[in-house]
């Protein structure tokens, strides 16, 4: 009889603790997007971009430019001069596709160290939400296929406000001040 209280005494204990578990989800893409820091990172990464495009441009026309006047004077050239001018733009292919290659990397390099600063901040609001709600697991809604949110609170407006960021502040604001950072 004691055996049977102890389980029942035990199944109970679980069952109530388990009813207090409370459970949390955010959408952290979404917070860092609308952080006022994103968009000063956006604009650092399109400068980088517009002069790796203008750098790359010059390159591409300077190659188009050698290799016209080759086209236009290859038949009136020795072997020699032609096989140095062939070497030239060669050596221009080259330097062209290194330069792609380099500032891809520079590129995607320089989006992580602006992006990291936002992930922790956004990170660490989300762990302090947590914390101070009482929640036992916290999951990005990026990576779950369902939410009940009879069961689950969303804490990203909660986020949003710890991290400043207003209320009226959304991706689609957001959006559209990308789309007319492009066309400047």
Known sequence: MKKILLIAAMALITVAASAQQKFAHVNTSELIQLA?????AQKQMMATQKEASDTYQSMVEEFNTKYSQYQQKVSTW???IKESKEEELAEIQNRIQEFQAAIQQELAEQEQALMAPLQQKALEAVNKIAKDGGYMYVFEVAQLLYVDDTKSTDITAEAKKALGIPANRTIETVQAE???LQQQ
């Open 36 to 40: 006022p820091e994103f968009m000063e």
């Open 78 to 80: 020795t072997a020699a």
């Open 178 to 180: 990308m789309q007319a």
